[in-house]
């Protein structure tokens, strides 16, 4: 850390992260039965009896904080039901929701936040049924911040670790949208277009997936920050296995691939709120495809890539043209000029 | 790139699978029939993108060299220039500047830097939204930070003569793409043999300043496009030139290029720029590098507005793995960015060193970006 | 150099110094100041930094496919000569003995 400070790109999902995470915080990892911090999982898991209780927490900073397609509250909740969703928990049985508000904020935002908050746990079926409300004085914190908790049980935990070389990865749909959606309004790009976040709870859609594939189901994580790139790094890199993945099969919307190309940034980094990367053993892929897309939010799932035992921790990218390997970003894509 | 492809330019023609595989096979062929490695030289950090990302390295045949030279417009940006709009910053002007030149090094600060230790520093997208933020602001100096090549500079040449408000000024680290290849002829150490040219520098000079410099070298010149027909194409033809022993100057590009290229662009380039010599980083002096303000835009020049005070950013901490950087020479294409010791170590996009991984535009940059060693020949 | 991305122009401002351009899924307006040629609904252009730096002549997509399918044809038949009579095709490159040098 350069001068001994923390910096914007430690909050931005990439290396920068994960190296402030394994240099500070895995120090408070203590062992636990089941999956702990050392894991490094979307949440982790512990075993009670023949089960597991998943538990998880995310703290939700977006600016600006109403976007095309969504808002904060609606991504306070799908964030944190989809990490429990990601480790095989698709019934929440409960949310926190602890609220930090800058002196000034205005209560009708707050009241819409709430609303959509109301909205995406219901469609979800998690209740929010604790929390916690501060305020800090104008200036001393960004409008608002709001932090979730998750808890489920299950009988089965999923982890990103699982991939074996021959197993098929499944996207259940396209990606950048809810990047592209927060950088054009975020920034004045000059640029206007039909961008919407895809934020969402996708509990539903991988209830339907494991009913479809069951423990064939091996691997999962959502592209939240670092996109698709990030978690099949992850992916690869935490199972030992490579990953081939097709460009050609990933699906982007006509409206995010126009805005990639006219700012210079790759889709398969930019972070996505209603999308989840499946690892699925080869004879049930085909099965699992067909569930997501019966469900309304895997409408465009798609077989995107293969696990291969060549190359291990790498993600070869081939474009259709030819093949490169595809790198991490280093953290939040910025346009690109001149 | 992707399965959506319902409407959309025809520029997706260009991307058209069996056309590439055709083209690659035939440069295989044409490059096995040389019976020798041949070198190619391209001078366009766009150039360099478009072959990362579509993969094309590893399509080309192993006897054929394609090699970036000094394409990239931020990584030749001296220490003093960006010493200038640091100084600028600290003074109290509101430094607008490209996004790639945030980060790039002064002597000991980047405006990155200078924005961090509170100066007004704003990344644009467009030469007119700097206007436009001088207009808002009328109590305040506004300048622009102008970068990039001559496909730049008729932005900023524009803007100033559609009218610029009194608090605007432009300081100006415009480079000139020509002197880029004159620069790498001139080098012994490699053995180019032909040239790959700017598809959109040449849309505005047109091609026909290419034929002087293919006559004196000997060497062809290739016009070549961005998307991967455009460049497979080109590199194609480029090399059935150069076993040909054709010294030619040949346009691949006709949709965006023209022998005189954009006149109306060419004359507001020419009203308010000049070339001037100047020195490159990592390269040294180039007589007619850089481009600047002609003297009856001294008003707008920020170089007279201001007494720009370098010395005080100078001096302090120097960095010592600079000295183990050797963007000068793979600039030159003496050298790849994999044969540096500090690629992807101490030297990363988030923590650059040299130029070349600062800009977009740079060969470390792309290089690092688009998976370390885009030259995947063995891939399972 | 850099970025140069092509669009259709949906409209074009009164005094005519810029146009709303659509990139087929996101829209931006570019500055005319420094388009070769006088554009005009329809057309298409090439961005770079916010200004229209060339009208594209829509006719120019399919000949410039010709022209790869035609370096192709040439290179399978190895005759370099046929260059010699590409024509309009080849934009301007110099017949042999004239030009730059050795033919």
């Given amino acids: 850390m350069p001068g001994g400070k923390v910096a914007l790109k430690h909050g931005a999902g990439g290396r920068a992260m994960r190296t402030l995470i394994e240099e500070v915080f895995l120090g408070l990892a203590s062992p636990v039965d089941g999956i702990g911090l050392a894991a490094l999982d979307d949440g982790a898991a512990i075993r009670v009896g023949n089960r597991w209780l998943v538990i998880t927490t995310d703290s939700h900073v977006v600016h600006p904080i109403f976007f095309p397609g969504g808002d ?56 929010i049924v ?61 640029i206007q277009g039909d961008l919407r976040s895809d934020v969402a709870p996708l509990n539903g859609l991988v209830r339907a997936a494991l009913a479809a594939g069951g423990d064939d189901v091996v691997a999962m994580k959502d592209p ?76 465009r799932a798609a077989i995107v890539g293969t696990a291969i035992a060549s190359r291990p921790g790498q993600v070869v990218l081939d474009t259709g043209i030819g093949r490169r390997l595809l790198a991490e970003s280093d953290g939040e894509p910025l346009p690109r000029i001149c | 790139m992707a399965s959506s492809s319902a409407g959309g330019f025809d520029e997706l023609k260009f991307r058209d699978p069996e056309r590439a595989r055709a083209l690659a096979l035939a440069l295989e062929r044409e490059v ?40 990239c417009p931020v990584c030749v940006t001296d220490t003093p220039e960006v010493d200038e709009a640091v100084a600028l910053a600290a003074q109290g002007a509101r430094v607008c500047t490209y996004g790639d030149m945030l980060r790039l090094p002064g002597t000991v600060k980047s405006l990155a830097d200078a924005q961090s230790d509170g100066g007004n520093v704003e990344v644009v997208y467009s030469v007119t939204q700097a206007v436009d933020l001088a207009r808002q602001r009328p109590s305040e100096q506004v300048v622009f930070f102008a970068s990039g090549f001559e496909t730049t500079a008729v932005a900023t040449a524009a803007a100033v003569l559609s009218g610029v408000p009194e608090n605007f000024s432009v300081l100006s680290s415009h480079k000139y793409v020509p002197a880029a290849m004159d620069l790498v ?33 000997g060497k062809p010149v290739v016009v070549a496009g961005f998307e991967p027909l455009d460049v497979l194409a080109a590199v194609l033809e480029l090399v059935r030139l150069v076993r040909a022993g054709r010294p030619e100057v040949m346009n691949c590009y006709p949709r965006c290029v023209s022998r005189e290229g954009n006149g109306p662009a060419l004359e507001k380039l020419w009203k308010v ?108 | 150099m ?102």
């Fill in chain 1, 224 to 299: 939240t920050r670092g996109g698709l790139a990030s978690v099949l790094h992850e992916m690869a890199g935490k199972a030992n296995v490579g990953v081939l993945l097709d460009e050609t099969a990933v699906p982007v919307t006509p409206e995010v691939r126009a805005a990639c190309e006219v700012l210079g940034i790759d889709p398969l980094v930019v972070a996505n709120e209603g999308k989840a990367v499946i690892g699925v053993r080869p004879g049930a892929a085909d099965r699992v495809l067909a569930a997501l897309r019966a469900h309304p939010l895997g409408l």
């Fill in chain 2, 185 to 217: 002829s001139e080098l012994k150490e490699t053995n180019i043999e032909g040239f790959l040219a700017a598809g959109h520098a040449a849309t505005i000079t047109g091609w026909g300043i290419f034929e002087p410099f293919a006559a004196r070298t």
């Fill in chain 2, 273 to 380: 720029f000049d070339v001037v010599g100047g020195n490159w980083r990592g390269i040294a002096r180039v007589p007619r590098g850089n481009l600047e303000l002609r003297p009856e835009w001294n008003h707008l020049n920020a170089r007279h507005r201001f007494q720009i005070d370098t010395a005080s950013v100078g001096g302090a901490s120097r960095n010592v793995l600079a000295d183990q950087c050797i963007c000068g020479s793979i600039m030159s294409g003496l050298a790849r960015p994999s044969d540096c010791s500090l690629f992807g170590k101490e030297c990363r996009p988030d923590t650059p060193v040299g130029a070349c991984m600062v800009s977009s535009e740079g060969s470390c940059k792309i290089w690092h970006v688009y998976g370390g060693a885009p030259d995947l020949k063995e891939v399972a």
């Fill in chain 2, 32 to 71: 096995d029939a040389a019976g020798r490695t041949i070198s190619l030289m391209h001078v366009c950090g766009s150039h360099e993108q478009a072959i990362a990302r579509f993969g094309l390295r590893a399509v080309f045949p192993r006897g054929l060299d394609v090699i970036m030279g000094p394409g």
């Fill in chain 1, 130 to 190: 604790t929390g916690d409300t501060k305020v800090m004085g104008h200036g001393e914190i960004d409008g608002i911040v709001i932090n979730t908790a998750g808890v489920a049980i299950t009988d089965r935990v999923v982890t990103d670790a699982g991939l074996r070389a021959g197993d098929r990865i499944i996207l259940t749909g396209s990606v950048g949208d809810h990047g592209m959606a927060v950088m054009v309004s975020r920034h004045k790009l000059g």
């Fill in chain 1, 72 to 127: 904060i509250g609606r991504l306070a909740v799908s964030g944190t039901v989809n990490d429990l969703a990601m480790m095989g928990a698709t019934e929440p049985l409960a949310m926190t929701c602890a609220v930090i508000l800058e002196e000034g904020f205005p209560r009708e935002d707050l009241l819409r936040v709430r609303d959509s908050m109301l909205e995406a746990s219901r469609e979800a079926g998690a209740p």
């Fill in chain 3, 2 to 103: 850099c970025l140069g991305v092509p669009g259709r122009v949906l409209s074009i401002s009164d005094d005519g110094l810029s146009a709303q351009v659509d990139f087929f899924g996101v829209k931006k307006e570019l500055r005319l100041d420094i388009v070769d040629v006088p554009v005009t609904v329809g057309d298409y252009v090439l961005n770079h930094v916010g200004f229209a730096i060339r009208r594209i002549p829509p006719e120019e997509v399919g000949e410039t496919l010709a022209l790869f399918d035609q370096i192709l044809k040439e290179a399978a038949a190895g005759d370099l000569m046929a260059e010699d009579v590409r024509g309009e095709m080849a934009a301007g490159r110099p017949a042999p003995g004239h030009g730059s040098g050795r033919g």
